[in-house]
């Protein structure tokens, strides 16, 4: 199967730690998008590339958030000093180009204590 | 965030009635996509609609892309047990590249 993968599938941390989640893509889409969903809500847009360029962040992404694409391939979401409400799951799409359909992973569910 | 609103917020049937939920939005959008997501998954793609009017089959499921542009349908037939889950709808406005979501329309099958 060659869908959007997330690494790890759960993740459970006490307040102020630090955690990072990978999403790979599936392969040649040059988009990939970042969105957190909490329960009973839809998915929230927070961030998305153009191959490695970052070229927009939701207001949701605070400056203990921080994304990264370094080679255009796989992604990482960076949470520093979590805090209970950072609790959610966090879904990473891609898509071929531009306003193409999204393909969403399994996503990562966290848990902060 | 902003989220369209979905209808209803849930629905109980039995297996094999048809299905019909909706989703509006105060502005316009340019494509409409429908989304189900099973429990700890993430949203797996039903149907994309890119066209005013358009009326789009995948199976038993179809949707359409209200001609207001502000609005979306899906109908399921003769529902299944695998149809249980929760349907999201998700615009994307023109020169915009951020899906925005619906509130979720939960689907549970009385046996």
């Known amino acids: 199967d060659t869908g959007v993968s997330q690494d790890p599938r759960h993740k459970i941390t006490k307040r102020g730690q630090n955690v990072t989640f990978r999403c790979d893509p599936i392969s040649e889409h040059n988009r990939l998008y970042w969105y957190r969903q909490t329960l009973g809500q839809g998915p929230e847009f927070l961030t998305y590339?153009?191959?490695?360029?970052?070229?927009?962040k939701s207001r949701l992404l605070s400056d203990r958030f921080s994304a990264e694409r370094p080679k255009g391939s796989f992604s990482t979401l960076e949470i520093q000093r979590t805090e209970q409400g950072d609790s959610a799951m966090y879904l990473c799409a891609s898509s071929r180009s531009g306003r193409e359909t999204q393909y969403f992973g399994p996503g990562t569910r966290l848990l902060v204590l | 965030g902003q989220q369209l609103n979905q209808s209803p917020q849930s629905m109980f049937i039995q297996e094999g009635e048809d299905v019909s939920m909706n989703c509006t939005s105060s502005s316009i959008f340019n494509t409409w996509l429908w989304y189900k997501q099973d429990p700890g998954e993430g949203p797996v793609l039903l149907i994309a609609l890119y066209k005013a009017g358009e009326l789009t089959s995948n199976g038993r499921l179809t949707a359409q892309f209200g001609i207001t542009r502000k609005d979306s349908f899906l109908n399921i037939s003769a529902s299944i047990p695998s149809d249980v889950g929760i349907y999201f709808c998700?615009?994307?406005?023109?020169?915009?590249?951020?899906?925005?979501f619906g509130t979720g329309t939960r689907l549970t099958i009385i046996p």
């Open positions: 998700a615009g994307l406005d023109f020169g915009n590249e951020k899906l925005t």
């Open positions: 590339f153009q191959n490695e360029a970052q070229l927009e």
